[in-house]
């Protein structure tokens, strides 16, 4: 793989850039999309052998704060509108099932991506590559720019 292939794969050209939601009055009720998001975790750590009894032992455990499956079964009930996962108990969920699609829906709101593990070292990596990319770019101006003075 040449040096330009292997800016492009760091830079985010071959991605879709996120964007954010469009703020649009009565648009932004997000109480279905949180229910569904913890659904879908505490069904996922089902498969892999956690029952919620177990998910709501260990993030009381965590938090210190009486977690209970009834909790759990409220916050996964679209119906039940004024009873969402809190925040506060959002990544502690997450943690106990090993599983992050509320932050990474989160992150998607404001239009971001989130990265975790090594996705955050590829990151870095390419960040560090572009401002080289730059500083050379910048470096060759200025040389040029000299043989020019001269």
């Known amino acids: ?9 760091y830079s985010g050209d071959m991605f879709e850039i996120p964007q ?9 009720d997000f109480r279905s999309v949180v229910s569904e998001l913890v659904s879908a975790m505490l069904a996922d750590a089902h498969k892999a052998g956690l ?4 998910v709501a032992a ?13 909790m759990l079964d409220g916050y996964t009930a679209p119906a ?16 106990v099932c090993c ?13 971001g991506r989130m990265s975790v593990g090594a996705e955050t070292l590829d990151s870095e990596i390419g960040r560090v590559m572009r401002e080289r990319e730059l500083a050379d770019a910048r470096l060759r101006e200025l040389k040029d720019l000299r043989r020019r003075v001269k």
Request: proline share 8%; with cysteine.
């Open 1 to 9: 793989m040449n040096r330009r292939a292997v800016g492009a794969a």
């Open 20 to 28: 954010p939601v469009v703020p649009v009055a009565g648009s932004l």
């Open 51 to 54: 029952d919620r009894h177990e």
């Open 58 to 70: 260990r993030a009381s455990r965590l938090t210190g704060k009486d977690v209970t499956k009834n």
């Open 80 to 95: 039940r509108e004024e009873f969402n996962c809190p925040l506060w108990l959002s990544p502690v969920l997450e943690i």
């Open 99 to 111: 599983s992050t699609p509320l932050a990474n829906w989160h992150v998607g709101v404001h239009g």
